[in-house]
């Protein structure tokens, strides 16, 4: 395995108003993906303003100035591409993929919503119907009300602590006036970014970008969000919710995306939960039969994030010898480490999915956004990542593990099925166990905007209804 990653051919384009762009020329396919990314996300929302971010990335394809609503998306069609945005906590991303001979009238959409948005009230009031639809629909989903209980539970100062999407109390009380003044507030070149693959003339592009962009006016710079205090012991919940599967969700305070750390617990949910060769996998699926699914994720974020278990339980299966068994797997972790042919098999893994994500010109673009929004160093990370992880010593991940999957720091959220307490859950108690780290395949469609487990990749799920 090589030990070092081939930075692409990038251009920095930088504007005196903060403004930054990306530009990488790539053939032969005569296409271009052009991505603008924001940094504003949930992190950035009021008391009061929960899901404005969201609802705003919506209200940006219902007219500028410019451009009449529907017209972006009519354009878009006319020119036989395609265009999306998402929605995390840490950012908002708007793209597009064009052909290109006319990929630069996405340049022209991005600059003019940036600041001369409508906000029109009437269809503020019609897109808050959508948006309330849309958050309805993912109660209804079984994973994505227990992820988010576990969050609440990790986070209790920090914004992390609400939803993407928001509360409907706050969404449903949120007045037009009230988005227009958080836009004017967050969205400018300052607070932005614009990554461009393709087929592209970069000397042509670095002046369309300055002419378009240049004139934009400065906003206030990011407010840093509060701290989260350390957690003073384990926090545990139960819901009752209406579905008749009993589901588990461990998380695991941890540390920010790009650090070493970060890595080391890629590693670590890879052997925990992430495939059929997994120790929850081996012990939980196939030799006590007891869940039918469950997965670990590593959700390091711009602020510190967590580590994440899911398990979905097999009809008759006793919460109580599930929990204890996670609990036990996750001390074996830290006592043992990741075996040698394990940590050898993983680290081919992970290889294969970072460089799978060079194929498209927008697979790349989102690439170099991730990096570029969430790391200190930006993009010029992707040059470290796959040595860093082929860096990480046996020692170091036991170490990391100690450090981090500790159940007195610890998340634990029961979802039940009906209103009655199913037995043994209560008596689960923390069996001495010390640490823990996880979440499931299944719950990957709970979160909006969530980067992939190489901390790549397009958050599809973000995207607009």
């Given at each position: 395995m090589t030990n070092t990653t081939m930075l692409p051919d990038v251009e920095v384009v930088e504007l005196e108003n903060g403004f930054k762009a990306l530009l990488v020329e790539r053939g032969p396919l005569p296409v271009v993906a052009s991505v603008l990314w924001y940094r504003v996300g949930s992190r950035d929302e009021r008391t009061g303003e929960t899901g404005v971010s969201h609802f705003l990335e919506h209200m940006m394809f219902k007219g500028t100035e410019r451009y009449a609503k529907g017209q972006i998306d009519l354009q878009t069609s006319k020119m036989g591409g395609s265009n999306n945005a998402f929605t995390d906590t840490d950012g908002t991303a708007y793209y597009f993929t064009l052909a290109s001979d006319r990929w630069e009238q996405a340049l022209e959409i991005e600059a003019s919503r940036m600041r001369d948005c409508l906000l029109d009230p009437h269809e503020f009031a019609n897109?808050?119907?959508?948006?309330l639809e849309e958050l309805a629909m993912g109660e209804d989903e079984p994973w994505r009300p227990l992820y988010q209980a576990t969050e609440a539970l990790l986070y209790q100062v920090h914004p992390y602590h609400h939803p993407v999407i928001g509360y409907r109390e706050d969404l449903e009380r949120?007045?037009?006036?009230?988005?227009?003044?958080?836009?004017?507030?967050n969205y400018g070149p300052n607070r932005?970014?614009?990554?461009?693959?393709?087929?592209?003339?970069?000397?042509?592009?670095?002046?369309?970008?300055?002419?378009?962009?240049g004139p934009l006016p400065r906003v206030d710079d990011r407010t840093p969000p509060l701290k989260e205090p350390p957690p003073l012991g384990e926090r545990r919940a139960i819901m009752r919710t209406p579905h008749s599967v009993t589901r588990l969700c461990i998380g695991f305070p941890t540390c920010r995306v790009g650090e070493r750390d970060d890595y080391a617990l890629d590693l670590l949910a890879h052997d925990l939960g992430n495939s059929k060769n997994s120790r929850l996998y081996r012990r939980l699926v196939r030799e006590e039969e007891l869940v039918t699914d469950?997965?670990?994720?590593?959700?390091?974020?711009?602020?510190?994030?967590?580590m994440f278990v899911l398990c979905e339980l097999r009809d008759g299966s006793v919460p109580a010898k599930v929990e204890m068994i996670v609990r036990e797997e996750v001390k074996a972790l830290v006592r043992e480490g990741v075996a040698k042919k394990d940590l050898q098999r993983i680290r081919a893994q992970i290889r294969a999915s970072f460089l799978f994500q060079d194929e498209s010109v927008l697979d790349l673009a989102m690439k170099l956004g991730r990096f570029e929004a969430g790391t200190p160093d930006?993009?010029?990370?992707?040059?470290?990542?796959l040595p860093t992880y082929d860096s990480l010593t046996p020692g170091e991940l036991r170490d990391v593990a100690t450090r981090y999957l500790d159940f007195d720091k610890a998340a634990v959220v029961w979802a039940l099925p009906g209103?009655?307490?199913q037995a043994g859950v209560k008596s689960a108690k923390p069996a001495k166990a010390?640490?823990?780290?996880?979440?499931?395949?299944?719950?990957?469609?709970?979160?909006?905007?969530?980067?992939a487990e190489v901390k790549v990749a397009a958050s599809k799920r973000g995207k607009r209804a």
């Open positions: 897109e808050k119907n959508v948006v949120l007045s037009a006036q009230q988005m227009r003044d958080y836009y004017r507030r932005a970014f614009l990554v461009v693959v393709g087929n592209i003339d970069r000397a042509r592009t670095a002046q369309r970008i300055r002419e378009l962009f469950v997965s670990v994720m590593n959700e390091t974020r711009q602020e510190p994030g967590a930006g993009y010029r990370t992707l040059a470290t990542v209103q009655q307490p010390t640490k823990a780290a996880g979440k499931p395949r299944a719950a990957r469609r709970a979160k909006k905007g969530k980067r």
